[in-house]
């Protein structure tokens, strides 16, 4: 028995990444924009196409999880956004962050008994 959960909370770990749930992305997002980033730098970090990426943000931002600043220039003239979370989106991410310790312990003491 606890074979099989540790069997298969790797291959969980090994196969997260092929495909993300729409929270899973949310919350890569949060966490690369803890520090104001721009759109290209979150668009490679997080590994997301253009168009993905304007759909999360705009919902973050209308939830109030990312915020945005027009910081700087590009090279063509137009106002330069830099995302960053907000104080909710932090919040946020402790609460996820303390939910997923909790779902990881309870698989651990399961697997124990």
Do not use: I, P, W
Request: glycine share 4%.
């Amino acid at each position: 028995m606890r074979e099989s959960l540790e069997r298969l909370a790797q291959e969980f770990k090994v196969n997260r990444r092929k495909h993300r749930s729409t929270l899973e992305t949310d919350v890569e997002l949060l966490t690369c924009a803890k520090v104001s980033v721009c759109l290209t730098k979150l668009m490679y970090t997080c590994n997301m196409s253009f168009n993905g990426l304007k759909t999360r943000l705009t919902e973050l931002e209308a939830k109030g999880l990312m915020a945005h600043e027009k910081l700087g220039f590009s090279k063509n003239g137009s106002a330069k956004k830099f995302y960053c979370t907000t104080v909710l989106g932090k919040e946020f991410l402790a609460l996820y962050s303390r939910m997923q310790n909790f779902y990881c312990n309870t698989l651990t003491v399961r697997a124990k008994n």
